[in-house]
C-alpha cells in the first residue's frame, strides 16, 4: 500500500476527536437522558428508566463512517452508507447528528444541549426511535432489523448508478446467515461501465449475542482464501490501538477507493466491462471498543458481554454508576463540545456538506430521484376472444411482450428479476431487448439459447434472497422492478417480504420520505399446476403471510386471464408505496374476458360476470364466487352442469381479482363496504367460493360480514402428489362436480330432488381420476372444456 496517504498529525488527531464525539453520543444514547454533557456528576436520575441499546458494534460503525467521510472530502466521492449490524444504530445515529442532518430534518433535537437531551431520550424508548437504522434514520436504505441483506441492498443501490460508491458494513453475525453468504456472489452481476460500486466492509469484531462467529475463528490465510474464492481482492486493518488503527484504516480505504476508480476508468475507456476482482475490507477490531474492558471482574470489551448494555445496572448499583461515568468521561467530552453542547468547529468542518454527507444523500430517499416509467399502452398486448371462455392462452407470454417494451423504453432504470425463472414463467420475450446480466465466465455453447450478457438487464441467480435484495435496493434508490417466482419458494422470501412491509408502513408516516416505486410480485408456475413437480411444488401458502401486514403496503390480485394480469400489471407498474402480489399461472388457460370488460373488472376489484349468471332481475338461488384461473374454470363448469341438470336454478357468478375486496371497508382501503358486499353475496343464500389458495383465508377475511354463515369456501387442503389438474382439485374438492354437489347439499329444495344427480357427478369424478391414473393426463372432453 502506498505510504502518501498517511495520516498527518493533525489528521490524526482530529478524527480521533471526531470518533470521541460519536462514542460519546452511542452511549449517550443508551444509558442518558438528562445530562448529556456530564457538567454534573452523574446521578441516578440522570440514567433512562429503559435501557435498550446495542452497544458492540456501534464504535466499529462510526469507525467506518468517520473515515468514509474523510474519503467524500478528498475525492467528492458520491457515497451511500449501509448499516449491516442490525442493532448498531447508535454508531450511525452519532455521525448523521454531528454532520448536522438529523437537526435539520428534526428540529427539536438541534445542535444544542437541549437538543442533544431530545437526542438521547428518544433512542430506544417507548414512543422514541428503534435500536436499528429505522426509516426515520436520515441516510439508511437499510434497516437491519432482520440481518442478511446488507450487500444485496448495496449492489441493488449500486445498479445503474455510475458515480455511486455504496460502502456496506457487514456484521460478522450476520455474515452468517445464508442471505449474506449468497450475496456475496453479487460482484459477477456487476457491470463497471454502466453500475456503480459496493465496497463491502466485513468487520469482525468476534461475537454475536453470546458466541463467537465463524468467520472470526478461522485463520487470517483461510479468510483470505474464502474471500478470493468469491472472487474479490481482501484488504485486512486489524488490532485495537486507535491511532495505529485509523491510520491503517485511512491508507486501506483511500487504496480501495483508488482501485475502484481505476477499474471503473479502465472499463469505461476501454468499453470492456470484463469482470473484476473488486476490493473489500477485513476490519478486525474489538466487540465493545472503548467501552468498559471488565466489569464485575468479567472480561467486556472484546468479548460477547459488551453486545448490548455493558453495564447494566447503573441506577441501583452505585459501582456500576461509577464505571459508567468513569467510561464517559473517558471521551473527554468537554474537550469535544462547546458550552452550548455544539460540536466543536473544527470537528465539524471535518463533515462532507450538502448531499454529499451520507446522511443526506439523494439516493438513500430514493423517491425524490424517482421517475415515472415510460410505458407503452398495455391494451396492445391483449388477447382478442370471440366471447367468453371460448379459447386458450397462456397467461404469462403477453405479459411477457408487455415487459419486454416497458423494458426497451426505461434502459436505465427498470429491471426484470427472477430465480433462472423468466423462460419457464413464458416471460423470455424481454431477452429480445436485454438479456441477463452475467459477467462470470462464458462457454461458446452460451451463445446457442444462453441469452448472458455483461450489459444485460435481466437479474437472475438461483437466490431469491439476493434477487429480492437486489430489487429491494435498486427500489429504494428511486428505480422500478418486477420479480417473477414459482409460488412454491416465494416462501424463501417470506422474512424479506416481512421487513420490506414494515418498512413502507412506517415509512409512510415519515413526511420527508418521497414515495418509491412498489415491489411487484407475479406468483407464477401455482399449486394447481404441478403436473409433475409434485406435492413438494403446492403451497399458496404467501398469501396468508401478505394480509398479516398492514393494508397500508399490501396489494393481492389474482387475474383468471391475460387481460386481467396486463390490466393488473400496468396498474401495479405506476404504483407507489406498496408490495403488490400478483397471482398467475404460465400454462394454458380459458380466456374470459375481452380487454375492455378486463380493464372494467379489474377496476372494479370484483363483479358478477352477467354472461355467467342467470339471476338477473331477481334474488339467486345461490352464489358462485371464486378466485384464480383453475378455480375460476371449474366454477364455471359446475355452473354449466347445475344449471344442465336443473334449469330453473338461479346462479350467480362472482368472481373476484382484488383479494382484499372481500375485507368491511374499515379494515383495508379496498374492502367492499357492507351494503356492497350484502348485494353482490346476499344476507341468506348459500355462497360457494372457490379459492386459489388456503380456505381459510377467505374465512379470516370475510368472518365480519352478515353471510359468513352461508359462506363455503374450497381451496387447496394439502392433498396433492403427481397429479394432474383435474385429479388435483378432485382430491383438494375445487373441481366442477365437487362444486356442483355442494351447490345440491346447500339449497333445500334440491337435497332430496338432486339424489340421482349426485350419484351421476361422482360417478363421473371417478371416471376422471381413473382415466388419470391410466393415462397420465385428464380426460380431454373435460380438461379441453370451453364456456358453451
Not at 733 to 748: G, M, N, Q, W
Request: glycine share 8%; with cysteine.
Amino acid at each position: 500500500m502506498s505510504t502518501t496517504v498517511a495520516l498527518s498529525e493533525a489528521e490524526l488527531r482530529n478524527i480521533d476527536a471526531y470518533w470521541r464525539a460519536c462514542n460519546y453520543l452511542a452511549a449517550g444514547m443508551i444509558y442518558l437522558q438528562d445530562n448529556p454533557l456530564l457538567r454534573e456528576a452523574l446521578e441516578p436520575k440522570h440514567i433512562k428508566r429503559r435501557l435498550l441499546g446495542h452497544w458492540g458494534s456501534s464504535p466499529g460503525l462510526s469507525f467506518c463512517y468517520i473515515h468514509l467521510n474523510r474519503l467524500i472530502n478528498k475525492y467528492d466521492q458520491n457515497t451511500l452508507f449501509i448499516a449491516g449490524p442490525g442493532h448498531g444504530a447508535p454508531g450511525v445515529l452519532a455521525p448523521v447528528y454531528l454532520e448536522g442532518t438529523y437537526s435539520e430534518i428534526y428540529p427539536n433535537k438541534g445542535e444544542d444541549e437541549e437538543g442533544l437531551r431530545q437526542f438521547f431520550k428518544e433512542f430506544s424508548f417507548p414512543g422514541g426511535i428503534g435500536s436499528h437504522c429505522t426509516p426515520e434514520t436520515p441516510g439508511s436504505i437499510h434497516e437491519g432489523g432482520e440481518l442478511g441483506y446488507s450487500i444485496s441492498h448495496a449492489f441493488g443501490a449500486a445498479y445503474d448508478n455510475p458515480d455511486l460508491l455504496v460502502a456496506a458494513v457487514v456484521g460478522d453475525g450476520e455474515a452468517e446467515t445464508a442471505a449474506l453468504a449468497t450475496s456475496w456472489h453479487s460482484n459477477k452481476f456487476l457491470n463497471p461501465l454502466r453500475d456503480g460500486a459496493v465496497l463491502p466492509i466485513l468487520h469482525l469484531n468476534g461475537y454475536k449475542i453470546n458466541n463467537p462467529t465463524l468467520l472470526s475463528r478461522i485463520s487470517h490465510a483461510e479468510l483470505e482464501d474464502l474471500f478470493k474464492g468469491y472472487g474479490w481482492t481482501p484488504y485486512f486493518v486489524e488490532g485495537s490501538d486507535p491511532p495505529t488503527m485509523h491510520r491503517t484504516m485511512a491508507e486501506t480505504l483511500e487504496t480501495c477507493l483508488v482501485e475502484i476508480r481505476r477499474i471503473q476508468q479502465e472499463a469505461r475507456a476501454s468499453g470492456n466491462p470484463s469482470r473484476p476482482r473488486w476490493p473489500m475490507i477485513v476490519l478486525r477490531s474489538p466487540k465493545g471498543w472503548t467501552g468498559p474492558k471488565t466489569v464485575d471482574n468479567h472480561k467486556v470489551e472484546g468479548f460477547w458481554r459488551s453486545h448490548q448494555v455493558p453495564l447494566s445496572e447503573v441506577r441501583d448499583n452505585p459501582e456500576h454508576l461509577q464505571q459508567l461515568e468513569a467510561w464517559l468521561r473517558s471521551y473527554k467530552p468537554e474537550e469535544l463540545f462547546d458550552a452550548d453542547g455544539r460540536l466543536r468547529p473544527d470537528l465539524r468542518a471535518l463533515a462532507p456538506k450538502g448531499n454529499r454527507r451520507m446522511s443526506a444523500n439523494p439516493h438513500s430517499n430514493g423517491g425524490i430521484l424517482r421517475r415515472a416509467l415510460r410505458m407503452p399502452d398495455y391494451r396492445d398486448y391483449a388477447v382478442a376472444l370471440p366471447g367468453p371462455g371460448k379459447i386458450l392462452a397462456e397467461n404469462t407470454r403477453p405479459l411477457g411482450k408487455f415487459l419486454r417494451d416497458i423494458m426497451a423504453e426505461n434502459m436505465h432504470n427498470f429491471r426484470v428479476f427472477g430465480p433462472d425463472e423468466n423462460s419457464s414463467n413464458k416471460l423470455d420475450a424481454i431477452y429480445e431487448v436485454s438479456k441477463k446480466t452475467w459477467l462470470a465466465d462464458t462457454l461458446p455453447e452460451d451463445a446457442d439459447g444462453g441469452e448472458l450478457a455483461a450489459d444485460g438487464r435481466v437479474m437472475e441467480m438461483l437466490s431469491e434472497h439476493t434477487l429480492e435484495g437486489w430489487l429491494e435496493g435498486y427500489l429504494l434508490t428511486g428505480r422500478h422492478g418486477f420479480f417473477s417466482t414459482y409460488e412454491a419458494f416465494v416462501h424463501v422470501i417470506d422474512s424479506m417480504f416481512n421487513q420490506h412491509a414494515k418498512w413502507l408502513a412506517m415509512t409512510q408516516a415519515i413526511s420527508w420520505r418521497a414515495p418509491v416505486s412498489s415491489l411487484n410480485l407475479l406468483i407464477t408456475s401455482t399449486v394447481w399446476r404441478q403436473d409433475h413437480n409434485g406435492f413438494t411444488h403446492q403451497d399458496p401458502g404467501f398469501l396468508d403471510l401478505v394480509v398479516n401486514k398492514s393494508p397500508k403496503v399490501t396489494r393481492i390480485y389474482l387475474p383468471p386471464d391475460v387481460n386481467c394480469l396486463l390490466s393488473v400489471a400496468n396498474h401495479c407498474l405506476q404504483s407507489t408505496d406498496y408490495i403488490n402480489v400478483i397471482v398467475c399461472d404460465k400454462q394454458k388457460h380459458v380466456q374470459y374476458l375481452d380487454m375492455d370488460a378486463a380493464i372494467k373488472h379489474c377496476t372494479k376489484g370484483i363483479g358478477i360476470w352477467e354472461w355467467a349468471s342467470n339471476d338477473e332481475g331477481g334474488e339467486p338461488d345461490v352464489v358462485l364466487a371464486c378466485a384464480g384461473d383453475i378455480p375460476t374454470k371449474e366454477a364455471l363448469a359446475a355452473s354449466m352442469l347445475l344449471r344442465d341438470h336443473f334449469p330453473h336454478l338461479k346462479i350467480r357468478f362472482v368472481n373476484v381479482v382484488d383479494l382484499y375486496k372481500l375485507t368491511p371497508a374499515g379494515e383495508h382501503p379496498h374492502g367492499l363496504s357492507d351494503r356492497d358486499f350484502d348485494s353482490l353475496f346476499t344476507v341468506d343464500k348459500p355462497v360457494i367460493f372457490n379459492f386459489h389458495g388456503y380456505p381459510w383465508l377467505i374465512h379470516r377475511l370475510t368472518y365480519r360480514r352478515n353471510n359468513h354463515k352461508n359462506l363455503h369456501v374450497r381451496g387447496y387442503k394439502e392433498k396433492g402428489s403427481i397429479n394432474t389438474p383435474l385429479e388435483l382439485a378432485i382430491q383438494n374438492e375445487i373441481d366442477r362436480f365437487s362444486l356442483a354437489i355442494d351447490v345440491i347439499d346447500r339449497i333445500p329444495a334440491l337435497r332430496v330432488a338432486g339424489a340421482h344427480v349426485k350419484e351421476k357427478l361422482r360417478d363421473r369424478q371417478i371416471e376422471c381420476r381413473n382415466y388419470a391414473y391410466e393415462n397420465g393426463v385428464d380426460l380431454p372432453e373435460v380438461d379441453n372444456w370451453l364456456w358453451p
